[in-house]
């Protein structure tokens, strides 16, 4: 494993590299390396799906079989399916942070389901907004069941992870369910400059960031976090945790960001140049813009006549290619990927506020690795 | 005033009909004759209108002018308006609940500001769902800002309920949360089995009252015990008060489902026979259908036709008022006329488990009878 987000940048000291040999090697029991992240993801996936499908079961017809096919357990005819349920990164994470706060990963479960409902709450909406016709590889809900479902289907998600959480009736379950909403808000607000910024011919990187600190930041801190606030853990080791996921959400947007362009579609499921397919605003296209000089001119020039043209939807792959090399030539790609060692740095580094077993700290920093490595 | 629903039905004995001898004349100060609906309202309306201003104040833009534009403060062009916000029955429930726990009116001020914020999410998005382009005399959200920002702004209206409630960080808050979502649960599934019975040839009579109760009866429950919840209540009150605004939606929807047929359009801001055009299942069509009869079946061929007939956006006002004869001779307007009334009676014998000044309990009695009395 090689943190391969481009290869020729200049490394970010601190990132233990994978496969590299690291300035100062850390006792076992802390070391990420030893970590077993595909383990780790499992753990947080078994420990969840069993809650969150009870959870979901509780829904009334048609929204749980229609939640149920969203979620990849049915297929659209309503056959049992095991489809892909994601990376499952935040249910690893709410898991973890029970034990960041010496609590058993099982505490962190409620957080962990209510986490995953308010996500997929908002992967039901946006999709419908944003018209995205397919998820998961598959059909979004909106597609096979029709907006209506989407909506409202979405809407109870959303409140089932209040009351997931809520029905502990516990004054740490308030105290996570008003972290909660507060990421909800943000996801909310992230989705409304997301939408905003289509309009629009220019948006600054701190904008970007902005937005992606909100779509996909705050609800990873609130993931961090839930479990350690569900566990009794106080503010300020709260907010550390949140730290932590917020800059993780933002390493994690930025590979993302890259996959959007250079993913391969075998892997992520998307088709070739997606995000630029769909005219995406996204870090790589806003930092070339910013960058100056030729290829950001000409860049520049291409996508304002892009956003005037009616045979857009039928641009070659070439078309697209071309594109995607003035992004690269003009420093997009790059800054990107120096971007996403950057918010992982400070991400890894946020941890040291808080005391933890060292084997639970090398986990974070194991999740925060992938994070940053992955294809998909 | 008289409770003139309908006029010559059997009255239920026990409700304080305006303006008649009633049995019983009760000492001055818990007398429901002597309360001021009108001021009582009012009251509700002043202590929470600019608590919810400032709440949707924090709205992210352009999510604050849509929601402002929801909720009457500016017209579609973004001018200063003073528009219908509605009956506000609601906010004067939650204001008026806190003191049925002995607490001061204010104290259930974020309750009833949570709960028109989770009223106005569901309406954003029942509009939406349903396609109705008009309500409260003017273009609903989706058709003025479009549907995406109907979904989002009804999302960020949810969220700020929650937030409302859980930032005053106290144990009644989290209880009040918790009894918040689950009327929003309700709600949402009253919301799927309203679109589903729009699929279906025939809908009982019981499954009708669920809808009902689902859709108008939960929130009016949580309105009308969130102010005691937060004033202290335990949860035998909670429930008792919970109990009467249940019924007391009940009443409140059957109302609606007559003004719904014969309402007057000049009063209602809605269409003459609305419910009729959008083939809705209401109450008094789900009676006459199951009361037999030559009125009934003939009333059941029709609604079949109807339900198949291309032209049925041209009927003429004279098809509709011939279904809408029908459906009074077979029964269905006086048996809804009757079922608010019933009721109303458990409503109001509801608030006997509560110990509350008379004052208070003279005030709740007023809200109810108001609901039954009304016009819009």
Chains 1, 2 share one sequence.
């Not at 029970?98 to 992967?123: M, Y």
């Not at 379950?173 to 808000?185: H, M």
């Not at 070739?272 to 001119?297: C, H, I, M, N, Y």
């Not at 120096?338 to 986990?363: F, K, N, S």
């Amino acid at each position: 494993m090689t943190l391969d987000l481009h290869g020729t940048g200049p490394r970010t000291p601190g990132i233990a590299t994978r496969g590299e040999t690291v300035p100062t090697v850390p006792p076992a029991e802390t070391a990420a390396d030893a970590v077993d992240v595909t383990a780790l993801l499992e753990r947080g996936r078994t420990l969840t799906t069993p809650v969150l499908r009870a959870a979901v079961d509780r829904l009334a017809a048609p929204m749980d079989t229609v939640a149920a096919y969203h979620f990849g357990w049915i297929d659209a005819e309503g056959n049992p399916a095991d489809g892909d349920g994601g990376k499952a990164v935040r249910p690893a994470l709410a898991v973890l942070s029970a034990q960041a706060a010496g609590a058993a990963p099982e505490v962190g479960v409620p957080g962990a389901v209510a986490v995953e409902l308010v996500h997929n709450f908002s992967l039901l909406h946006d999709d419908l907004m944003d018209g995205d016709e397919q998820r998961r590889h598959r059909d979004t809900v909106w597609k096979v069941h029709g907006p209506a479902q989407a909506i409202l289907v979405g809407d109870a998600l959303f409140a089932l992870g209040n009351e997931i959480l809520l029905e502990l009736g516990t004054v740490e379950a308030g105290r996570a369910t008003r972290r909660l909403t507060s990421a909800t808000r943000a996801l909310i607000d992230g989705q409304a400059q997301d939408i905003s910024y289509e309009h629009r011919d220019r948006v600054t990187v701190e904008e970007c960031l902005e937005m992606e600190g909100n779509k996909t930041g705050a609800l990873l801190a609130c993931a961090s976090s839930i479990g350690a606030v569900l566990g009794g853990a106080d503010d300020f080791t709260a907010d550390a945790l949140e730290k932590y996921g917020y800059h993780l959400g933002l390493a994690f947007q930025a590979v993302d960001d890259l996959l959007g362009i250079w993913g391969d579609p075998e892997a992520t499921g998307k088709q070739t140049w997606s995000d630029l397919r769909q005219r995406k605003k996204s870090l790589p296209v806003v930092a070339a813009l910013a960058a100056g000089g030729p290829a950001s001119e000409r860049l520049g020039q291409l996508l304002a006549e892009d956003a005037k043209a009616s045979d857009f939807a039928n641009f070659s792959e070439e078309e697209f290619a071309a594109r995607a090399a003035l992004i690269e030539e003009a420093g997009g790609r790059e800054w990107t990927a120096q971007e996403a060692r950057r918010q992982h740095t400070i991400a890894v580094e946020a941890l040291d506020a808080v005391q933890m077993p060292g084997h639970v700290r090398a986990r974070f920093v194991a999740l925060a690795d992938f994070v940053v490595v992955r294809k998909r």
